[in-house]
C-alpha cells in the first residue's frame, strides 16, 4: 500500500513557476513509476508528466513540454513537478500517481495509488 500526499499548490500569475511535492508513504517507493496528472471539472484526467522508478527516464505532455519538469528523489520518497511558464491554461487539480513496474505509462488506468491533489491556479 502507497500514501501520497501532494503539496505546493496555488494562486500564481501568468508566467510564473510551481514547484508541487508529492511524498509518498511505504518502503517501496523506489520499484514505482510516478506520474502527474491534471484534471478540470466535467473535463477527464489529463496526462501531464511520468518518470520511471530508477529517475533515468522521464515523459511529458506535449501541452507541457519544455516547461514542466519532473524529478524524483528515492531517498525521499518524494517526486516533483517544477512549472515554468505558467499559463491560464495549466489551471487544474493536479494529482500525483504511483504504478507498480518498469517503465512510464501515459494512461490513468496503469496507476494503482493516487494522491488527492492540490489545486493550481494561474491568472492572466
Known amino acids: 500500500q502507497v500514501q501520497l500526499v501532494e503539496s505546493g499548490g496555488g494562486l500564481v500569475q501568468a508566467g510564473g513557476s510551481l514547484r508541487l511535492s508529492c511524498a509518498a508513504s511505504g518502503r517501496t517507493f523506489s520499484s514505482y513509476f510516478m506520474g502527474w496528472f491534471r484534471q478540470n471539472p466535467g473535463k477527464e484526467r489529463e496526462f501531464v508528466a511520468g518518470?520511471?522508478?530508477?529517475?533515468?527516464?522521464?515523459y511529458y505532455g506535449d501541452s507541457v513540454k519544455g516547461r514542466f519538469t519532473i524529478s524524483r528523489d528515492n531517498a525521499r520518497n518524494t517526486v516533483y513537478l517544477q512549472m515554468n511558464s505558467l499559463k491560464p491554461e495549466d489551471t487544474a487539480v493536479y494529482y500525483c500517481?504511483?504504478?507498480?513496474?518498469?517503465?512510464?505509462?501515459?494512461?490513468?488506468?496503469?496507476?494503482?495509488?493516487w494522491g488527492q491533489g492540490t489545486q493550481v491556479t494561474v491568472s492572466s
Open positions: 518518470i520511471s522508478w530508477s529517475g533515468s527516464s522521464t
Open positions: 500517481a504511483a504504478g507498480r513496474g518498469p517503465g512510464i505509462h501515459v494512461g490513468p488506468d496503469r496507476y494503482d495509488y
